[in-house]
């Protein structure tokens, strides 16, 4: 019989599919769930895993197979994210995942010269990408950002500061949204900064919630000068890449919040059946049992409506409507199953050592980053038109 | 060079194995199959093998069931096509009606180097390598940890316990069982997924193979399953080290009667 948690999904996946889980969870058996609890409280994941992860083909599932990516869609994207959740730290996934959404707008609209140089080192493992586009006074307001790259012959020279970077310490290269001209949404362009330019700094390792095995930081630009060589596309078309590249994010969060929901369960579930209490297990009171099939129905829910906008981007609809909608539903249930979870476990949920711990912090995350809940509700508001 | 490789569909390690109502077999119902882990070593060596002398790779898998899903997932570790065997004269099979009919297969395809794991997970009977070798008139060298190819001939390490190991050289062809240690597998990257989509895959019944069912009919066959008998209670001995060692070597012997 096939199980409730995965028979309404399971119709969108091939053996391909199949056959890429159980490459992922080879990776994540060996590489990852070893070391996780040490990166957690190290808060930092060491560089060589992302050399390792590179060498298995595990870095950049959907990015092309001739830049070195996996050449994969958003059912590989979602599959890639589930298994190597089951590491149980939000965190790490997110740093492996940071060159999904700092590679695409070179491999959109870089040259082949510039995909060779920055694409394929960092699908190869080799070198580290980020993404910065947050600054300490413009997030959700992406097009009020300051950052300035002023154009002095054959170079510009950048100024400002972004923050909240994923993988910011690690970073190698960053893809940077910078303002080339006063024009709000056409002014902004993407650079990519190698991190060994003079006047590149990382100004703070940022402390956080959750996601402790990634590093996050504060990178701050000085007078970094750049050859126009580095500039991806022309002037002022970084907004409307950067649009592009959300809608893959949102899903990859989705993927994140429902996997984090299903783990957190299933831990609920086996602590409740071994766990006794006035002489029976946690799951013979009915409480427990109702919580538990909450939960279950919580976990299917985010992952149906996930799987159906990934099986539309397939196919190459566009979705960012719907794509919007999975995040918040996922990031949601990740908040409420994560609680419950916690719950269940009474005060072993809230010791470090137990997964539902940390997940219950990762989750935290997912109503915020990418986009808040409050961002996403505007972009699903307009496509229906209120 | 023609390179083989038998590997085995078998239990996913994580599968809760059931035994039938009538205790006769093994129930297949819910079992998630894959590749049996040391088969891993095999096809890794294998296209090792391939990439450092030339040549092709070829999975052999023999089964009454279809196993070309596991199979396809091999090919995506870097053999150039696979030949499974499907026939429901396999349903009863033994290790003789297995290396029967994966070594007429082995032959009918040229092969002169066959690799395969030391012993598959679910029956572990680690009999199959030796008898295809025997069928085919081959040397075979079990557990091996390394192995090298020059030319024809081939030097092969086996570690023989007690930190010893053992160099067997000597020349095509030759049937290497490989051993934990052989080498790291490789991963499956998604490109080689997609690709393994399309390398040839075929499908024969042992009458494809100029097999009868007399020919696999199986001469060892399992009447009975049951699960192993309930772990009686523990009991735990107490007092110091001394006294309980002895107490425990005592009841070993007088009341266990295993020493
Ligand atoms: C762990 C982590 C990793 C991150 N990684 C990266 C990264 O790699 N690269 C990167 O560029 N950024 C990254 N970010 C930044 C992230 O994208 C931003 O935090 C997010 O977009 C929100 O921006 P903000 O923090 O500036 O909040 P603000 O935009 O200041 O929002 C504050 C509050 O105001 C609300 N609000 C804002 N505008 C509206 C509105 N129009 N209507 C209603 N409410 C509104 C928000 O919803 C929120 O509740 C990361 C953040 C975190 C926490």
Known sequence: MTSPLTSLTARYLTDEHDAFRAMCRRFTESVLIPGIQQWEEDEFTPKDIWRQAGDAGMLGPTLPAELGGGGGDALHALVWTEEVMRCGSGGLLSGLGSLEIALPAIVHLGTPEQQERWVRPVTSGQRVAALGITEPSAGSDVAGLRTRAVREGDDYVINGSKTFITSGIHADQVTVLARTSDDRHGGLTFFVVQTDSPGFSVSKALKKTGWRASDTAELSFDDVRVPVANRI??????????????????????????????????????????????????????????????????????KALTYAVAEQMRQGIACPVEAAMAKNTAADIAMTVSYDAVQ?????????????????????LLPIGGGTSEVMNEIIGKGLGL | MKIGVCIKST???????????????????????????????????????????????????????????????????????????QDDG??????????????KAIEAEGCTLVFTGKRASDGNNIQVPAMVAELLGWPHVSFVTDFELDGESFKAVRAVGGGVEEVITGNLPVVITAERGLNSPRYAKLPMIVKAKKKPLATKSLADLGLTADDVAPIVTLSNYEPPAERGDCIILEGDAATTAKELVRRLREEAKVL
């Open chain 1, 233 to 302: 596309g022309a002037e002022g078309t970084g907004f409307v890449q950067l649009m592009r590249t959300f809608e893959g994010e949102r899903l990859a969060l989705a993927a994140q919040g429902c996997a984090i929901a299903q783990i957190c369960y299933e831990d609920a579930l086996s602590y409740a059946r071994q766990r006794t209490a006035f002489g029976k297990t946690l799951t013979g009171f009915q409480v427990t049992r109702h919580k538990l099939a909450t939960m279950a129905t919580r976990v299917v829910t985010a």
């Open chain 1, 344 to 364: 269940i476990l009474g005060g072993a949920g809230y010791m470090r050592e137990t997964r539902v711990e940390r997940l219950s912090r990762d989750a935290r």
């Open chain 2, 11 to 85: 239990p996913d390690t994580s599968s809760r194995i059931q035994i039938n109502p009538g205790g006769d077999d093994l129930s297949e119902a819910g079992v998630k199959w894959a590749t049996s882990p040391y088969d891993m070593f095999a096809i890794e060596e294998a296209v090792q093998t391939k990439e450092a002398t030339g040549g092709e790779v070829i999975l052999f898998s023999a089964s009454h069931q279809d196993t070309s899903k596991e199979v396809r997932k091999a090919l995506a570790l870097g053999p150039d096509s696979a030949v499974c065997i």
């Open chain 2, 90 to 103: 396999l349903a009863k099979a033994d290790s003789l009606s297995f290396a029967t009919s994966l070594a």
